[in-house]
């Protein structure tokens, strides 16, 4: 029981301390394949410890959402690790208080209250910011919502544990139709929810502004939760990719010390080439216009579709 509770622990800190490590190989590696040096991969920790000591900056009209939504946000990713596999392949004490739809609503839950504190802000980016993230919401929660139908119906079960030990014993099904469709429609909304989509940009131009547009009146620590916030989401989505549908292989089965610190050098790997083929992606597409953005999200339904009629066939 104590080896359990110390590996549901491991879990959250493994989501908190290796999110942002993740957001620096990105960066690093985005800017290197553009043929630039790139950041440090250790840069967004110290984005982080410099945020955390400047000062606080609230704007006049802002109300008690705009205090909440950080925290919120930060408190339902901290949660979400606790509900799916990070590290060990079976469920930890607590992983019984919802199952992977259950997860996506908690995700959800995070992004709405960014988004009310965007308009409580009063300033227009931050309109502008959550008027777009509605926009590809949109199309990227049903889709979601759909792959994990298309989920339960392969396995049966809505747990994220069944799904991994139903992959890992029959390979018949990991590589039969249903689950190829998952993966691909789950890619794409990987590259959605993550900012990585091609009509999507991390700086201050107006024109491409989405997630900067939504946190731009933040500063000092009520920034750095939400930007914590955003790598630990990006850290889960990666999680549920690889250890639930992509690469399900490499977490802990008895929840030992050597099999946890074995599954985080799994995480890094797995996590490493995922991040490599989005930065293979975004790198080689071309940046779309704004009003494009429901061509890859619609490709990704109808992806998720085929995954539940190829279910019903087979």
Request: glycine share 6%; net charge neutral; aromatic share 10%.
């Amino acid at each position: 029981m104590l080896r359990d509770v110390a590996a549901q622990i491991a879990q959250v800190l493994a989501a908190l301390l290796l999110s942002p490590l993740l957001q620096g190989f990105i960066l690093r590696y985005e800017e290197r394949a553009q043929r630039s040096r790139g950041p440090s991969l250790l840069q967004p920790y110290r984005d982080l410890h410099k945020l955390f000591r400047k000062q606080l900056v609230v704007p006049a009209t802002a109300s008690w959402i705009f205090w909440a939504a950080p925290v919120v946000a930060f408190t339902a990713m901290l949660t979400v690790p606790i509900l799916i596999p990070v590290l060990t392949n079976y469920p930890l004490p607590l992983s019984d208080m919802g199952d992977i739809l259950g997860g996506g609503l908690i995700l959800t839950l995070g992004t709405f209250f960014v988004n009310l504190a965007a308009l409580d802000s009063g300033s227009a980016y931050g309109g502008i910011g959550a008027s777009r993230t509605v926009m590809i919401t949109i199309l990227a929660e049903p889709t979601l919502i759909l792959v994990f139908v298309g989920i339960t119906l392969m396995a049966h079960a809505m747990l994220p544990f069944v799904v991994n030990h139903l992959l890992v014993a029959q390979p018949a099904i990991y590589w039969g139709p249903t689950h190829l469709f998952l993966v691909a429609a789950f890619f794409v909304l990987l590259l959605a929810e993550t900012d990585r989509l091609p009509i999507h940009s991390s700086t201050h131009i107006e024109v491409y502004m989405i997630e900067e547009a939504r946190v731009l009146e933040y500063s000092g620590p009520l920034l750095a939760l939400l930007k914590w916030s955003g790598m630990m989401k990006q850290f889960i989505l990666y999680t549920i990719f690889c250890h639930v549908l992509l690469l399900p292989w490499g977490l802990s089965k008895l929840g030992t010390a050597d099999g946890l610190v074995g599954a985080v050098l799994a995480i890094l790997i797995k996590f490493g080439i995922v991040a490599c083929a989005v930065i293979a992606v975004e790198t080689a597409q071309s940046r779309l216009r704004f009003y494009r953005y429901q061509e890859p999200l619609a490709a990704a339904f109808m992806l998720a579709v085929l995954a539940i009629v190829a279910n019903q066939i087979r």
